[in-house]
């Protein structure tokens, strides 16, 4: 067929040609011979070609691709608004026209038009709808970006199984450190609150979001260092950041349903319940969450996802915190809501009834001697064993309201309560021999009553000039401290320890405490633009704060009689109240730019303690200091993924009650403290500086900060030695302020992501260095503390059936004292464990989880080093299609090892602990999934903008 229509073309375009050449006659042709000067032929026309492009509806496609080609050249153009198209000086009439355009199928012609018409109207060309679309193509940023605040993650590119909790992974993503117990460190920084598209999730309660948020509604993770809601708003920042978890819904999974609930019981009376039901919508969250469970502190961490690995203070214990078992029941409701779109309301209620038994072993030295004196005549040796009950009953509520007034004016007001009551029995032994050999026995109960309530107000007012805006926010709160508590010791004496009969001293008083605490925080901040270009602004910024904490003190202290009565003890009596009142006045120049951003600044603080003795004659202390404190803040920015920041900071402390009475405090018979009233406040100037790289293409993180501290007329003790009776001494804690304190803690994180994220490398370590200076019988007395910590923890998962995390820990703290070298500290921890899952069945349904972790602590006395080797695991199925239904069994600490070692050091002491976690049992549960999603938020059919932070714009 191609070949006939070539044929026909052929001769329609020779006969063509011989015709316009004079229709044969011998004239027309140019030959030899023949006559050369007739006239040329006309040259050929040239022409308009239009048309109009239209679909099956008889609807103008605008924007089609038209292509128009002949034997000698070709032209190119579009549709116009009306679906029209149009060449121009197309010299043949015969050409193929192909159109073409995205969702239709694409159209080609072969046109022979009369060669004599100037302009040439072609028939309307229809597209059919295209059925076989391309696929869309998704192009993706690199998985973490870091912002000027911010460090946000985009949560699919961690993949984690169906049903997983958001902590599991938060496991997965560099720089992360999760803990079993629900705690969360960023970079080495405690990461203290949860939020959701933007608000507090169950009043920011970190453990409770991340374990029961599904991890499959995630679209970001963002890591924030919030310095509070005036600062949000304003940019104006002051003091010490707060990190903040804000997780942010996928658009789809904005609307919906949730419900997890779980039931377990084991031996031993151990029995845990949890349900967890929430609804979503758009910026709609209500969530109720409530917890039932008799279970053992800390025995289901192995210490693998800590920060340190069994490090810091607990000194390589297998999992961290503190032993003992507790029975827990905690419900918590709490809402997020946006009424109209003005008014967006946010709260929490909560009651938490937690009661706590433990048993701790410990032992140590307690030393009073200068470089001059032997070890002999100046140290204590002491064990001691403790058995205590906390029974705590705590309500908690928090509310806040935003009202956008108009596009101009903003309030917010924030009230809260939180009322706590605690009892509180315990049981005490102390053995000491050496520079005083006595016993100690001790029946200490206590009542503990803590009601606090407060609240926050906060206005900003945004002028008609961009960026110009001022903001006042006030913050009240009253705290009230209530302690009713008997004392019940008995002091047996040894003069020379073996021989000579024991001296008992009893003791049994019974002392009432009233603390009232209030706090008022005024701020005030304006900032004026300076400049604004395409690629950075500048601004100025002042900022006002009036910040005041009043203490109003009463202590009571009676001796208890054998008839039961009470006679007070004036002496021992202390009413004291005082104030300190500290007034910022700062003045900062900012600049923002595409690559770098600093601010430039002072800040002048006056403040002013003062207070009054009322007990035992009036004595008033009234005193007021002066600070500049300069404002330094930069941050460098190659681009998203890489960034430098550095910032000071520098912040005035006072002392505590305890610090700043005058009287001599007897709580503890054989560690009297006397306050000094003419303490002054302490001052802390702080640099914090911070690294950050995110190798995209190569799947490499590197971050690393660092913080460095000195302390400004730092409140030290000065224990002294004073006499009891028997010969013997106590032990007396004053209070002075001495300069020559200070700290550098640094801490960095390496990861490596190979073969699509199946294998992690991780590698984690933290240095530092801290000098404390304090007193010793008058004297000076330094101690430094040396810290080094470091992590290899890799996670490995080749494929859907296995994942291993195998990890190993170096710990070593090593304390020097410079009035007692003999008493110097060196404690090291090698840590090994390892932990995964196998997953079985071809639908990995059925799975087989484990745990283990083995110690070698030295540095810790022979009696309380275990080296424990800590095994839990358990075995899980789930069922049906949408795995709602699972069945597991637990097993906790087969060999029965764990325990809870720590290592405590003081100006003049050691302690070293052993806590009894009681912790091998076993857990059968039952736990049911159900979610239902039913779309993304819309309002008249249009689907709604998010922010930044992932609330939606209503």
Same mark, same amino acid.
């Given at each position: 067929?191609?070949?006939?229509?070539?044929?026909?073309?052929?001769?329609?375009?020779?006969?063509?040609?011989?015709?316009?050449?004079?229709?044969?006659?011998?004239?027309?042709?140019?030959?030899?011979?023949?006559?050369?000067?007739?006239?040329?032929?006309?040259?050929?026309?040239?022409?308009?070609?239009?048309?109009?492009?239209?679909?099956?509806?008889?609807?103008?496609?605008?924007?089609?691709?038209?292509?128009?080609?002949?034997?000698?050249?070709?032209?190119?153009?579009?549709?116009?608004?009306?679906?029209?198209?149009?060449?121009?000086?197309?010299?043949?009439?015969?050409?193929?026209?192909?159109?073409?355009?995205?969702?239709?199928?694409?159209?080609?012609?072969?046109?022979?038009?009369?060669?004599?018409?100037?302009?040439?109207?072609?028939?309307?060309?229809?597209?059919?709808?295209?059925?076989?679309?391309?696929?869309?193509?998704?192009?993706?940023?690199?998985?973490?970006?870091?912002?000027?605040?911010?460090?946000?993650?985009?949560?699919?590119?961690?993949?984690?199984?169906?049903?997983?909790?958001?902590?599991?992974?938060?496991?997965?993503?560099?720089?992360?450190?999760? %803990? *079993?117990? +629900?705690?969360? &460190?960023?970079?080495?920084? /405690?990461?203290?609150?949860?939020?959701?598209? $933007? @608000?507090?999730?169950?009043?920011?309660?970190?453990?409770?979001?991340?374990?029961?948020?599904?991890?499959?509604?995630?679209?970001?993770?963002?890591?924030?260092?919030?310095?509070?809601?005036?600062?949000?708003?304003?940019?104006?920042?002051?003091?010490?950041?707060?990190?903040?978890?804000?997780?942010?819904?996928?658009?789809?999974?904005?609307?919906?349903?949730?419900?997890?609930?779980?039931?377990?019981?084991?031996?031993?009376?151990?029995?845990?319940?949890?349900?967890?039901?929430?609804?979503?919508?758009?910026?709609?969250?209500?969530?109720?969450?409530?917890?039932?469970?008799?279970?053992?502190?800390?025995?289901?961490?192995?210490?693998?996802?800590?920060?340190?690995?069994?490090?810091?203070?607990?000194?390589?214990?297998?999992?961290? %915190? *503190?032993? +003992?078992?507790? &029975?827990?029941?905690?419900? /918590?409701?709490?809402?997020?809501?946006?009424? $109209? @779109?003005?008014?967006?309301?946010?709260?929490?209620?909560?009651?938490?009834?937690?009661?706590?038994?433990?048993?701790?072993?410990?032992?140590?030295?307690?030393?009073?001697?200068?470089?001059?004196?032997?070890?002999?005549?100046?140290?204590?040796?002491?064990?001691?064993?403790?058995?205590?009950?906390?029974?705590?009953?705590?309500?908690?509520?928090?509310?806040?309201?935003?009202?956008?007034?108009?596009?101009?004016?903003?309030?917010?007001?924030?009230?809260?309560?939180?009322?706590?009551?605690?009892?509180?029995?315990?049981?005490?032994?102390?053995?000491?021999?050496?520079?005083?050999?006595?016993?100690?026995?001790?029946?200490?109960?206590?009542?503990?009553?803590?009601?606090?309530?407060?609240?926050?107000?906060?206005?900003?007012?945004?002028?008609?000039?961009?960026?110009?805006?001022?903001?006042?926010?006030?913050?009240?709160?009253?705290?009230?401290?209530?302690?009713?508590?008997?004392?019940?010791?008995?002091?047996?004496?040894?003069?020379?320890?073996?021989?000579?009969?024991?001296?008992?001293?009893?003791?049994?008083?019974?002392?009432?405490?009233?603390?009232?605490?209030?706090?008022?925080?005024?701020?005030?901040?304006?900032?004026?633009?300076?400049?604004?270009?395409?690629?950075?602004?500048?601004?100025?910024?002042?900022?006002?704060?009036?910040?005041?904490?009043?203490?109003?003190?009463?202590?009571?202290?009676?001796?208890?009689?054998?008839?039961?009565?009470?006679?007070?003890?004036?002496?021992?009596?202390?009413?004291?109240?005082?104030?300190?009142?500290?007034?910022?006045?700062?003045?900062?120049?900012?600049?923002?730019?595409?690559?770098?951003?600093?601010?430039?600044?002072?800040?002048?603080?006056?403040?002013?303690?003062?207070?009054?003795?009322?007990?035992?004659?009036?004595?008033?202390?009234?005193?007021?200091?002066?600070?500049?404190?300069?404002?330094?803040?930069?941050?460098?920015?190659?681009?998203?993924?890489?960034?430098?920041?550095?910032?000071?900071?520098?912040?005035?402390?006072?002392?505590?009650?305890?610090?700043?009475?005058?009287?001599?405090?007897?709580?503890?018979?054989?560690?009297?403290?006397?306050?000094?009233?003419?303490?002054?406040?302490?001052?802390?100037?702080?640099?914090?500086?911070?690294?950050?790289?995110?190798?995209?293409?190569?799947?490499?993180?590197?971050?690393?900060?660092?913080?460095?501290?000195?302390?400004?007329?730092?409140?030290?003790?000065?224990?002294?030695?004073?006499?009891?009776?028997?010969?013997?001494?106590?032990?007396?804690?004053?209070?002075?302020?001495?300069?020559?304190?200070?700290?550098?803690?640094?801490?960095?994180?390496?990861?490596?992501?190979?073969?699509?994220?199946?294998?992690?490398?991780?590698?984690?370590?933290?240095?530092?260095?801290?000098?404390?200076?304090?007193?010793?019988?008058?004297?000076?007395?330094?101690?430094?503390?040396?810290?080094?910590?470091?992590?290899?923890?890799?996670?490995?998962?080749?494929?859907?059936?296995?994942?291993?995390?195998?990890?190993?820990?170096?710990?070593?703290?090593?304390?020097?004292?410079?009035?007692?070298?003999?008493?110097?500290?060196?404690?090291?921890?090698?840590?090994?464990?390892?932990?995964?899952?196998?997953?079985?069945?071809?639908?990995?349904?059925?799975?087989?989880?484990?745990?283990?972790?083995?110690?070698?602590?030295?540095?810790?006395?022979?009696?309380?080093?275990?080296?424990?080797?800590?095994?839990?695991?358990?075995?899980?199925?789930?069922?049906?299609?949408?795995?709602?239904?699972?069945?597991?069994?637990?097993?906790?600490?087969?060999?029965?090892?764990?325990?809870?070692?720590?290592?405590?050091?003081?100006?003049?002491?050691?302690?070293?602990?052993?806590?009894?976690?009681?912790?091998?049992?076993?857990?059968?549960?039952?736990?049911?999934?159900?979610?239902?999603?039913?779309?993304?938020?819309?309002?008249?059919?249009?689907?709604?903008?998010?922010?930044?932070?992932?609330?939606?714009?209503?």
């Amino acid at each position: 067929m191609k070949i006939l229509l070539s044929i026909l073309l052929f001769i329609a375009i020779g006969g063509s040609v011989f015709a316009q050449g004079g229709g044969g006659r011998p004239g027309g042709i140019n030959r030899p011979g023949g006559n050369n000067n007739a006239p040329a032929r006309p040259p050929l026309p040239v022409r308009e070609v239009s048309g109009i492009v239209k679909d099956s509806t008889d609807n103008t496609i605008i924007g089609a691709t038209v292509k128009l080609k002949t034997a000698t050249d070709s032209a190119v153009t579009t549709t116009n608004a009306d679906g029209i198209f149009v060449f121009k000086n197309i010299k043949s009439a015969t050409f193929v026209i192909s159109i073409t355009s995205i969702g239709y199928k694409p159209v080609v012609k072969r046109m022979l038009n009369n060669d004599v018409v100037a302009r040439l109207v072609l028939d309307p060309f229809v597209l059919g709808v295209q059925s076989n679309q391309l696929a869309a193509v998704e192009v993706k940023g690199p998985s973490i970006t870091y912002k000027t605040d911010t460090v946000e993650y985009r949560a699919s590119d961690y993949k984690v199984r169906p049903n997983a909790t958001v902590d599991e992974m938060l496991k997965k993503m560099e720089g992360m450190e999760v %803990g *079993s117990d +629900g705690s969360l &460190t960023h970079q080495g920084q /405690t990461v203290t609150k949860a939020k959701l598209n $933007g @608000k507090l999730y169950s009043g920011g309660n970190l453990a409770q979001a991340i374990q029961n948020l599904p991890a499959d509604i995630v679209e970001k993770i963002q890591v924030v260092d919030d310095y509070g809601d005036q600062a949000a708003r304003t940019g104006v920042k002051d003091g010490d950041p707060e990190k903040v978890l804000n997780i942010t819904t996928r658009a789809d999974r904005s609307i919906g349903n949730t419900v997890r609930l779980s039931a377990g019981a084991g031996n031993d009376e151990r029995y845990e319940a949890n349900a967890r039901l929430m609804r979503i919508n758009g910026n709609q969250v209500i969530n109720f969450i409530g917890d039932f469970k008799n279970t053992v502190n800390g025995v289901a961490s192995t210490g693998m996802n800590g920060g340190s690995a069994g490090g810091g203070n607990n000194g390589g214990n297998s999992g961290g %915190g *503190s032993g +003992g078992t507790t &029975t827990t029941v905690a419900p /918590t409701i709490s809402f997020n809501d946006q009424i $109209g @779109k003005k008014t967006q309301l946010n709260g929490s209620y909560s009651y938490n009834v937690r009661n706590m038994h433990s048993l701790t072993n410990s032992s140590g030295q307690q030393f009073f001697n200068n470089l001059a004196q032997n070890r002999g005549d100046s140290t204590i040796f002491f064990a001691a064993n403790g058995d205590s009950r906390n029974n705590n009953r705590t309500h908690s509520f928090n509310f806040k309201l935003e009202y956008q007034i108009d596009s101009a004016n903003y309030l917010q007001i924030t009230p809260n309560i939180n009322i706590s009551n605690t009892d509180n029995l315990s049981q005490s032994s102390r053995f000491e021999t050496g520079l005083r050999h006595q016993d100690r026995l001790g029946n200490n109960n206590s009542f503990n009553s803590n009601p606090n309530f407060g609240g926050l107000v906060l206005y900003q007012h945004i002028f008609k000039k961009p960026r110009r805006n001022l903001s006042l926010q006030v913050n009240y709160n009253t705290a009230r401290n209530q302690v009713d508590n008997e004392q019940n010791n008995n002091i047996i004496y040894y003069f020379d320890g073996t021989t000579k009969p024991p001296q008992d001293s009893l003791i049994h008083r019974y002392i009432e405490r009233d603390n009232l605490t209030k706090n008022l925080r005024s701020s005030f901040t304006y900032v004026e633009p300076l400049s604004t270009t395409q690629t950075s602004s500048s601004q100025l910024e002042f900022n006002a704060q009036v910040n005041y904490r009043g203490y109003d003190n009463q202590a009571y202290t009676s001796n208890i009689l054998a008839n039961d009565s009470r006679m007070i003890i004036d002496s021992l009596t202390n009413l004291y109240n005082y104030s300190f009142t500290e007034t910022r006045l700062a003045l900062n120049y900012r600049v923002n730019n595409s690559k770098y951003n600093f601010s430039l600044g002072l800040t002048a603080v006056p403040y002013n303690l003062q207070g009054t003795r009322v007990s035992l004659g009036n004595i008033t202390t009234d005193r007021s200091y002066f600070n500049l404190i300069p404002i330094v803040r930069f941050q460098y920015q190659w681009s998203r993924q890489h960034q430098f920041a550095m910032f000071y900071n520098g912040n005035p402390q006072e002392p505590s009650f305890n610090q700043i009475q005058p009287v001599r405090d007897l709580t503890n018979p054989q560690n009297p403290v006397v306050g000094n009233p003419d303490l002054k406040p302490a001052f802390n100037h702080s640099v914090t500086t911070r690294y950050n790289n995110y190798l995209a293409n190569s799947r490499f993180n590197i971050s690393a900060n660092v913080v460095t501290s000195i302390i400004k007329n730092q409140i030290v003790t000065n224990n002294v030695r004073i006499p009891d009776v028997n010969n013997t001494f106590k032990n007396e804690t004053r209070y002075l302020n001495l300069d020559g304190s200070y700290s550098v803690m640094g801490n960095y994180n390496l990861q490596k992501q190979l073969a699509d994220r199946k294998y992690n490398l991780s590698l984690n370590g933290s240095a530092g260095f801290s000098r404390t200076i304090s007193m010793l019988n008058s004297l000076q007395n330094i101690r430094d503390v040396w810290r080094l910590n470091e992590r290899f923890g890799p996670r490995i998962n080749p494929n859907d059936y296995i994942e291993t995390n195998p990890f190993i820990a170096y710990d070593i703290t090593r304390t020097f004292f410079a009035s007692n070298p003999s008493s110097n500290t060196d404690r090291r921890t090698l840590s090994l464990g390892i932990e995964g899952r196998f997953f079985f069945m071809k639908d990995q349904t059925l799975q087989f989880g484990y745990e283990a972790s083995k110690n070698f602590i030295s540095g810790i006395p022979n009696n309380l080093t275990r080296n424990p080797l800590v095994i839990n695991a358990n075995i899980e199925k789930q069922f049906f299609a949408r795995r709602t239904l699972t069945l597991r069994l637990q097993v906790f600490d087969i060999l029965k090892q764990n325990n809870f070692v720590g290592q405590v050091t003081t100006d003049n002491s050691v302690t070293n602990t052993l806590s009894n976690a009681l912790s091998r049992y076993f857990m059968f549960s039952v736990r049911t999934n159900l979610q239902k999603w039913s779309g993304i938020p819309s309002r008249n059919g249009r689907q709604l903008k998010r922010r930044g932070d992932g609330s939606f714009i209503q």
